[in-house]
């Protein structure tokens, strides 16, 4: 009887976790808490409702190899709101190489948050020269999407005449020369892509994400956008010194790195997935404190532009 909005709100704060890491069609299903199931989630679905449908999506997006069905179904819903359809193509990002003909399908669509997501989550992927003479169509028909698929087609595109990681001026102009007006839900969804700014690995922005890095949310009011691009272009310029990694040797000399969160009688380190690991001092052989982040450098070479562009204007909003 709840709201479908209280009811969107409770399903972003519910601890869906993937069992195992996406490999095929063989992973486990995503641990669901008690109560929560996929014919529940799809019920919501039914409801039409935009917040619930998005979070619905998202909750079948965290194990997409064992989820790819409703995905599937939601992203070649004609009826259904486009950006719902685009988030349903991010969660099949993981598994395109099973979805190939959907996802070129897609990226030959009219409309251009569809047609660009498909072409996102065909990154990558190693095409035929059939495949390549559709995408050089598609960049002919919509010039707008040329460097996405340029960036399929011809990967160093990403690489050739841009500059160096350290002229945040620079990309400032290249950045500012963008004719067309930012897209923050398309850099939402750049966020939390697991290919391409791979942001949400680490950071956490609106409740969503995993929680190593700094929490994302009001970095916009900060209002300084030198500050944040070269914060993404070198992340190592400014580390906040609670988010320094750490190396920890054990004495049966296996290492572990992760983001040092107590150091006493027990030694406790976060992990690039998140997860917390705590060892006895008695059990450690040595601990190195490393002075780069966490975060690799390089992130912004493997966006367009305007993918940059949209992912900076997904945090400035928030």
């Known amino acids: 009887n709840s709201s479908p909005a209280i009811r969107a709100f409770a399903l972003r704060l519910l601890p869906v976790r993937s069992m195992a890491p996406v490999k095929d069609s063989s992973t486990p299903k995503a641990s669901l808490p008690e109560g929560l199931t996929i014919k529940l ?12 449908s998005l979070e619905v999506v998202r909750v079948f ?14 992203a070649k819903d004609g009826s259904a709101e486009t950006q719902i359809r685009a988030e349903a193509v991010l969660g099949l990002a993981s598994v395109a190489n099973e979805h190939l003909q959907l996802l070129f399908d897609l990226a030959e669509h009219s409309n251009s948050d569809l047609r660009e997501e498909a072409l996102r989550a065909l990154r990558g992927q190693t095409l035929s020269g059939e495949q390549v003479r559709r995408l050089q169509t598609v960049a002919e028909q919509h010039p707008t999407s040329a460097p996405l698929v340029n960036a399929l087609t011809k990967p160093e595109s990403l690489t050739k005449g841009r500059p160096a990681l350290s002229d945040t001026a620079s990309w400032q102009k290249r950045i500012a020369a963008i004719k067309t007006p930012p897209d923050p839900a398309a850099g939402e969804r ?3 892509h697991p290919r391409i700014a791979l942001c949400a690995n680490c950071h956490r922005s609106s409740g969503r994400g995993t929680v ?107």
Do not use: C
């Open 61 to 74: 997006s965290v194990n997409p190899a064992a989820m790819s069905e409703p995905l599937v179904a939601v």
């Open 212 to 318: 190593v890095g700094p929490d994302l949310t009001h970095v916009g009011g900060r209002d300084d956008s030198d500050w944040l691009l070269g914060a993404i272009l070198d992340p190592n310029r400014d580390i906040a010194p609670q988010f320094m990694p750490r190396v920890i040797t054990l004495n049966d000399d296996s290492v572990h790195v992760g983001i040092r969160l107590r150091s006493y009688v027990n030694e406790q380190i976060r992990d690039a997935l998140g997860r917390n690991h705590t060892f006895n001092r008695n059990d450690v052989k040595s601990i190195e404190d490393l002075s780069v982040s966490f975060m690799p450098t390089g992130l912004p070479i493997g966006m367009t532009d305007r993918e940059l562009r949209d992912l900076i204007a997904f945090l400035e909003a928030n």
């Open 190 to 192: 750049i966020f939390h």
């Open 41 to 52: 989630l799809q019920e919501m679905l039914a409801l039409k409702n935009s917040e619930l």
